[in-house]
Nanobody
Framework: VQLQASGGGLVEAGDSLRLSCAAS????????MGWFRQAPGEEREFVAA????????TYSDAVEGRFTIFRDNTQNTVFLQMNSLKPEDTAVYYC?????????????????????WGQGTQVTVSS
């Protein structure tokens, strides 16, 4: 599976952005997908994840209520809709693919539980 993230950019606080992650390979539709982010000098942190069907999702406390993860298995794409952006959301955002379909909040939040990673897309939120 190869992942290509896009949609990042420079926005002002309160604005919205939608990130996309296009996947190659048939395994996408049977995989858990996640979004993570990494700010300069910080460790990579969990943002959101979605199960293969799209019915189960989980979010970090930092983005709950502002971000929405969803997927289109017909297009092999997962999205992250980010609303009410804050300067602290500034980071490189990565999408990731977990081939194990088991979906629990603690499992899908761990960076070590994903098999494939995209290259990242920069999101910068100015105050």
């Amino acid at each position: 599976v190869q992942l290509q993230a896009s949609g990042g950019g420079l926005v002002e606080a309160g604005d919205s952005l939608r990130l996309s992650c296009a996947a190659s390979g048939r395994a996408f539709s049977r995989s858990v997908m996640g979004w993570f982010r990494q700010a300069p000098g910080e460790e990579r942190e969990f943002v959101a994840a979605i199960d293969w069907s799209g019915f189960m999702t989980t979010y970090s406390d930092a983005v709950e209520g502002r971000f929405t993860i969803f997927r289109d298995n017909t297009q092999n794409t997962v999205f992250l809709q980010m609303n009410s952006l804050k300067p602290e959301d500034t980071a490189v955002y990565y999408c990731a693919c977990r081939r194990n379909q088991f979906f629990s909040a603690d499992k899908v939040a761990g960076t070590g539980n994903y098999d494939y990673w995209g290259q990242g897309t920069q999101v910068t939120v100015s105050s």
